[in-house]
């Protein structure tokens, strides 16, 4: 999937709540003007005008300090309503284009134009549209990057801002990014950004430079990801919403069985597969379902959703083995078939700064067997809690030598 030729566009749209406010009311146009609240209010800045950022304003500032930095600014309170009418309209006005669609949020969509030359010209005449169309039906701007990877695009469309269009052409992509501050790249939070500025990086260029084992000595599993994010790397596809979702891996016993070691150890191995698959898809999952079938035939499901994605297999085997628990104390019947399967799929990318350091571990632990299974097979390696599973498989444990 690291084809150099993919042209993928992400789209968002210019101070977004306050460009439907001044759609609404063109005499909000110039001004410097926030949503969020009334500036007495206690809430935050939801959204500036490029005016209001003028005066230091910005996302998430409390009001009150907002009013304090530009008391003549006009402060809205806002309508979620509006605000989601305008989002549709803006996706089924890209949807147009292609349906390689992937919203990531109200007012922002990657879009894949690979191959679409042929119909629309070049790629920035496509983008070029998109923004007429939009600013016509919709009467706000929007920021197009173009790239080979959606990092380079987003990272693209962030320097596009306001109403403009920026497009890296392939190869270009570390040229590109060398000059740009670490901060913009994803996943380089302000504790990413102090480690690395000891290390003398402040620019992308800068952490170029630095080798793969340093990274990952210092920054574990996101070490990784920034070697191959500082040369413009990223091989994700984007991916419709309606596309299929889930991976799940499912086991048929030759004998019907009762027996909770063996039960939870096949649990395990299916946990394994399934977290194999999620990292090979660079994913993580917020929800978990488990499979029984009894020897009835009579088959159920039981899912968990969680706060946090997640993509260890430890994790997803934990959840597992808590819903089969609950599943076998509510009917304590011979079990014909056992799964496990993850839905609800994001990118892996995000959320890392939420990981807490014991997940980070199983993490870190998962890539390693990762790397090890990829070279001598899934089998080569088995984890002390598979071990039930020997006397059920002794031929499959006798073959890989595993004592
Ligand atoms: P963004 O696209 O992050 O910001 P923006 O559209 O206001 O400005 P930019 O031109 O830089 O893209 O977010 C889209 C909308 O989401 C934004 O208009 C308001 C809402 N939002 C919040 O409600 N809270 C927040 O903290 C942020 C960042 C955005
Ligand atoms: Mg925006």
């Known amino acids: 999937m690291c084809d150099k030729g993919r042209k993928i566009l992400h789209v968002d749209l210019d101070a977004f709540f306050v ?20 500036p007495g209010a206690r809430g935050v800045v939801a959204c500036a005008s490029y005016e209001a950022r003028a005066y230091g304003i910005y996302a998430g500032m409390p009001l009150t300090r907002a009013y304090r930095l530009c008391p003549h600014a006009i402060f809205l309170k806002g309508s979620f309503p509006r605000y989601r009418d305008a989002s549709a ?32 010209g070049p790629t920035s005449e496509a983008a070029l549209s998109m923004k007429q169309r939009i ?8 920021s197009i990057g173009i790239g080979p990877s959606k990092l380079v695009a987003k990272i693209a469309s962030d320097l ?3 109403d403009g269009l920026v497009e890296v052409a392939p190869g270009e992509e570390r040229l590109f990014l060398a000059p740009l501050a670490i901060a913009r790249l994803p996943c380089v939070g302000s504790k990413t950004e102090q480690l690395l500025k000891r290390l003398g990086v402040t620019t992308v260029g800068e952490l170029a430079d630095l080798s793969a084992p340093l990274l990952r000595a210092r920054l574990g599993s996101m070490g990784d990801a920034l070697y191959r994010y500082a040369r413009g790397i990223d091989e994700r596809g984007v991916e419709t919403p309606l596309a299929a979702k889930s991976i799940s891996r499912e086991t048929t016993f030759i004998g019907d069985t009762l027996d909770y070691p063996f039960l939870k150890a096949t649990l395990r191995y299916l946990s394994e597969r399934v977290g194999a698959e999620l990292r090979r898809e660079g994913k993580r999952t917020r929800c978990i379902t488990l499979k029984l079938r009894y020897a009835d035939f009579d088959t159920i499901t ?4 969680l706060k946090w994605a997640i993509n260890a297999d430890q994790a997803i085997f934990d959840v597992g083995v808590a819903l089969l628990g609950r599943a076998l104390w509510q009917r304590r019947q011979l079990v014909r078939l056992i799964g496990i399967g993850v839905s609800s799929l994001i990118g892996e990318e995000r959320q890392l700064s939420l990981l807490d350091s014991s997940m980070e ?24 809690q598979t071990l039930p599973l020997k006397d059920a498989f002794p031929t499959f444990f006798e073959l890989y030598g595993c004592n």
Request: with cysteine; glycine share 10%; proline share 7%.
């Open 19 to 38: 460009s439907v406010e001044q759609v609404r009311n063109p005499e909000l146009w110039g001004r410097p003007v926030v949503v969020g609240g009334e």
């Open 89 to 120: 309209r803006f996706i089924a006005i890209l949807a147009d284009f292609t349906p390689q669609l992937e919203p990531t949020g109200l007012d922002e969509a990657y879009l894949d134009l690979t191959g679409f030359e042929p119909i629309y």
């Open 135 to 142: 600013k016509g039906e919709i009467g706000v701007t929007a």
């Open 160 to 162: 596009a801002k306001p």
């Open 302 to 305: 039981r899912s968990r959703t």
């Open 361 to 384: 571990c199983w993490e870190r632990l998962d890539r390693v067997i990762d790397r090890l299974r990829h070279r001598y097979g899934f089998t080569a390696i088995q984890r002390g």
